[in-house]
């Protein structure tokens, strides 16, 4: 039973590992964003999907060794109370450093996603200015919206009875 204790554990350091390296992509975004560096946009949010692929695996883990364990349903903070007593200590010390890691995380991406959507305002102003339609217009670029009743052209037609 101790071994699925010690997956926990390492599966919140595999968490906290996880967001501390999206906390810097993050704050490479938001360098890319201040500097206009659309091309090192592009790569940086590759490599956060790529990171959110990593962090659904570690969600099927944590499934399973919650389920394993008999926790599922308890709440983060109170998961170091069920541990064994001999491994408490470690476990706090990995929730809190779990939780110190999201909150710095969540600080840098409040301030990435406000830039982000700042410079977005800014080119959706840009593109009125210069005659285009507004974001919330019709008729903007892509396909339009077929008649329902439409026919397909004679060249598209079969005759099935040949």
Excluded: H, W
């Amino acid at each position: 039973m101790d071994e699925l204790y010690r997956s926990y554990l390492g599966f919140l350091r595999s968490m906290s590992r996880g967001l501390e390296s999206l906390t810097d992509l993050n704050e490479k975004k938001l360098a890319a964003a201040q500097g206009d560096d659309l091309m090192g946009l592009n790569e940086l949010l590759n490599q956060e999907q790529a990171q959110a692929l990593n962090f659904r695996g570690l969600e099927l883990t944590r499934d399973k060794l919650l389920s394993q364990l008999g926790l599922t349903g308890v709440p983060l903070t109170s998961i170091p109370d069920r541990f064994p007593a001999a491994m408490q200590a470690e476990a706090r010390q990995a929730v809190e450093e779990l939780q110190g890691c999201y909150a710095a995380y969540r600080q840098v991406s409040g301030k990435t996603r406000t830039t982000l959507e700042q410079n977005l305002r800014q080119v959706e102003s840009i593109i009125v200015q210069l005659g285009g339609p507004s974001s919330g217009a019709p008729g903007g670029p892509g396909y339009g919206k077929a008649p329902e009743s439409s026919a397909p052209p004679p060249s598209m037609k079969t005759d099935f009875r040949a």
